[in-house]
């Protein structure tokens, strides 16, 4: 049985009486003023999303003014390799000085970390028709009764239950309660039926708010300038290689030619992880020895790329838990050297609660424009999405479903609804 079920149960043992009164009485006009402010006393208090404490510094492309167009290093054998080393030092060294020129990150939740415009995603369409226009005689009007907070807490604990993060809880909570008070609904229309109408409604807002197209956003971005870069970020195992030759897959479908970075240069086997998906992709993977510099990997990869004037370059990082700051640092520096039009931070769907404290530790340490959860296909319950999208300001935009090449969707927030609900 379903969330919703166990919920509708409950509440059909719910007399109407003891939650709503008699329409036009003067308890269901004060109820219609304390639905308005509670509404308006919850707009005030909305969360401020999540932004990077101290953002990452933006350099103006100093190695695009580089007169000298360096060669893929792996395209042909290294003859000046020593000069291009030091050079490679150089700039990355360059990268991490703080320079005077420095754009504040913006705060538009339709722009990436980067300032690049972001194409929203439209709302999905449901009905959210609570039962208004077929009221204007004999209804009644949903009030303030201890008996809906009990409702409401008995649906707060299944929340729970499901992953979704106690704040991300609350929040619903309380958007449900400020929309149900002062609601009129039909006699013929089931209070039950009001209720679940109200907590889709309340849920998909939670998941839509800043959800934008990943396809058309890449294609805007490419219709500016090539390569697009696009950049992958998460804990330990949470599926970046994965997701990494899933969207290389993706675009290249699409026609786009694809670039990989072997930016994992901690872990062993990472590297030829990577490049065994692009053998099998057919798209080049820049690359360089374990132990390498991680940012020097993604810049060489964009270079090349720019000199080649391929489309899109991905660079997946190595894992790392949130909490290890040399490691963020890395992260942060890749991040300065390649300005990536797109910072996807990778979430295990598995790892409930986790997820959540991860995301919001990633966000603070980096910032990062969406969100791709994977395994939705296991048993994950899901509520973690819904917290994500919550806690960061940041929506989910991608979804992985399986381990094959084509097990990477847009994330669906209506689909995520129903599997939390039935
Ligand atoms: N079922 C399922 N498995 C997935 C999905 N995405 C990734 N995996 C699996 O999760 C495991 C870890 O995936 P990786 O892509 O290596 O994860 P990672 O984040 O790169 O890991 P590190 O580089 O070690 O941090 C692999 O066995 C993948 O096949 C998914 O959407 N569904
Ligand atoms: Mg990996």
Sequence with gaps: MGLFDRFKKRFKKTD????TVEENSPEAEEAVEQGKRLKEALEGS?????????????????????????????????????????????????AEQPTESKKPITKNPMQSTTGHGLVAKG????????????????????????????????????????????????????????????????????????????????????????????????????????????????????GKTTTTAKIAHRLSQ?????????????????IDQLATHADR????????????????????????????????????????????TNLMEELRKVHRVTQPHLVIFVADALAGNDAVTQAVEFQRMLSFDGAALCKLDTDAKGGAALSIAHATGRPIVLAGIGQGYDDLIDFDPAWLIDTILE
């Excluded at 999540?50 to 395209?75: C, G, K, Q, R």
């Excluded at 619903?172 to 013929?188: M, Q, Y």
């Design 254 to 270: 699409q026609g786009h030619s694809v670039v990989l970075a072997a930016a994992d240069t901690f872990r062993a086997g990472a």
């Design 46 to 94: 909305r969360p401020i999303p999540v932004e990077a404490s101290s953002p990452s510094p933006e350099i103006e492309n100093e190695w695009d003014d580089s007169d000298e167009i360096t060669e893929d290093p792996f395209a042909k054998p290294v003859g000046r390799k020593e000069r291009k080393k030091a050079r490679r030092a150089a700039s990355v060294e360059k």
């Design 281 to 324: 992709l057919g798209v080049r993977c820049i690359r360089s020895q374990r132990g390498g510099d991680a940012a020097a990997v993604a810049r060489d990869a964009v270079e090349s790329a720019k000199a080649r004037g391929e489309d899109i370059v991905i660079i997946d990082t190595a894992g790392r838990m949130q909490n290890k």
């Design 123 to 238: 709302p999905t369409e449901i009905e959210v028709d609570l039962g208004e226009s077929a009221t204007k005689t004999g209804g009644r009007v949903v009030m303030a009764s201890d008996k809906l907070d009990r409702i409401l807490e008995d649906l707060e604990e299944e929340l729970l239950s499901s992953d979704m993060a106690q704040s991300a809880v609350e929040e619903v909570i309380l958007t449900l309660k400020a929309t149900l008070i002062g609601t009129r609904i039909s006699t013929t229309k089931k209070l039950e039926v009001v209720v679940e109408k109200a907590l889709r409604s309340t849920l998909l807002r939670l998941l839509e708010a800043g959800y934008w197209d990943f396809d058309k956003t890449v294609n805007t971005f490419l219709a500016d300038a090539s390569p697009v870069t696009i950049m992958l970020v998460g804990v330990n195992g949470t």
């Design 16 to 19: 109407e009486k003891e939650i």
